[in-house]
């Protein structure tokens, strides 16, 4: 019996999973593997939509011919240029030498930079530029491309399928997981993607809430859609795509998706750490049960930021270090920094040995970010005790307030 790959009528899946990789784009641990989603449209023509990464391209080759056999693909549609998809295009193309490359202007010149492919490039092809709206006919049916510019590459944009209301989407609604048998969200159990959703869209998509926005704008007139079919992950449906949408609408809007804390502290010797401690105990001791206490020379920073994003308090800790913060509290001001998140509920604490300058580089944190700090900050000398730690009650009520 052969492995269904329809998943609408004429459209099949032809991606893959990797589960071997241990950084995707060398950043973002993948503890459960991660899917690159490739779709073939089978009508009077060919067309494929993206492709994958370079590491799987004999087995896309596999899957189109599964498909359709000897058949040619006539046209290659890339939403999205990265190479996590784009990969492969030389491959297609030697395979399929008279394919039709169809990008918007700004993909095609990645295409031709990347790769070398183009109309006047070393390798020639075929190509059409797509605009915002234009429309491609395949034969029974038609696809309509939309630019949906910074998510997150300035290049991207879905295509549109009207006759099944189905759209393939580009990185937009992805998330890391790889797909263990089912590829439809009805064929498989969707509640181990959330938290990775969530994390794929803190991590890599949020710097750009604003575009996501505007994109989610320009994609309500297709609502209600049928069929979403992302480049990772599962294929959505009316099953499970309102939810889906919802988390990518708060989201981008930077909203907290509940109400909780956060404490992530940088510790060498176990002070600052003790001090996280107690105010996660004092905050439990509050009643406040959504507590997440990231040590951040053990929490990758990319689980840091996904509960960042999630839960409505902050507290970040940190020794001084060489004069500065802690080098691993550093680096997660500095993603949140870029990431831009208007809002949150902040407070900090720090330790020092002979000069304090981490709780001072944290409130000059907390002043460029906006987010003003809800009670005075606590910053200890020396070695912890409960005595010295006792100002971290102020925290604990400010915060608890404010939830
Ligand atoms: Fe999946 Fe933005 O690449």
Redesign the pocket.
């Known amino acids: 019996m052969k492995p269904v790959t329809e998943i609408a009528h004429g459209i099949h899946y032809v991606g893959t999973n990797d589960r071997t990789k241990h950084r995707f784009e060398g950043l973002w641990p993948l503890p459960y593997g991660v899917s690159y989603n490739a779709y073939l449209v089978d009508d009077e023509k060919v067309a494929l939509i993206d492709t994958i990464d370079a590491s799987f391209t004999g087995r896309l080759l596999e899957n189109i011919r599964a498909v359709i056999g000897d058949r040619p693909v006539d046209y290659l549609i890339i939403n999205?240029m990265?190479p996590?998809?784009s990969a492969s295009i030389h491959a297609i193309r030697q395979a399929y030498p008279d394919i039709t490359i169809v990008g918007n202007a700004k993909t095609l010149q990645m295409v031709e930079g990347f790769y070398g492919i183009g109309e006047n490039a070393p390798t020639k092809t075929d190509i059409l530029t797509v605009g915002d709206g234009d429309i491609l006919r395949l034969g029974r049916r038609e696809f309509q491309f939309f630019l949906i510019p910074m998510v997150?590459?300035p290049e991207t944009m879905v295509t549109y399928c009207p006759c099944e209301k189905l759209v393939f989407s580009g990185?937009a609604f992805?998330t890391f997981g790889a797909l263990d048998g089912g590829i439809i969200d009805t064929q498989l159990d969707t509640s181990r993607f959330w938290d990775e959703m969530v994390r794929y869209y803190s991590n890599?998509v949020g710097k750009y809430g604003g575009p996501v926005q505007k994109a989610l704008e320009k994609l309500k007139p297709l609502l209600p859609l049928k069929t979403v079919c992302p480049?990772?992950g599962p294929v959505w449906t009316e099953k499970d795509f309102p939810k889906v949408l919802d988390l990518y609408d708060r989201l981008s809007r930077y909203e907290p998706l509940e109400k909780g804390v956060v404490i992530a502290y940088g510790s060498m010797y176990g002070n600052t750490e003790q001090t996280a401690e107690r105010l996660a105990r004092e905050l439990a001791a509050r009643g406040v049960q959504k507590i997440v206490v990231h040590n951040l020379s053990s929490s990758h920073h990319s689980f840091v930021i996904r509960d960042i994003f999630r839960y409505s308090a902050l507290v970040i800790g940190s020794p001084t270090y060489n004069m500065h913060l802690y080098p691993e509290v550093q680096a997660l001001v500095d993603d949140l920094e870029l990431r831009v998140i208007p809002s949150r509920t902040f407070a900090c604490f720090g330790g020092f040995t002979w000069a304090g300058v981490a709780v001072k580089r944290l409130t000059e944190f907390s002043e460029r970010m906006g987010w003003p700090l809800v009670a005075p900050p606590l910053e200890i000398k020396q070695g912890f005790s409960p005595e010295k730690s006792d100002s971290v009650v102020e925290i604990a009520d400010a915060i608890t307030q404010k939830l």
């Open positions: 999205h990265e996590d998809h997150h590459w990185d992805g890599i480049t990772h």
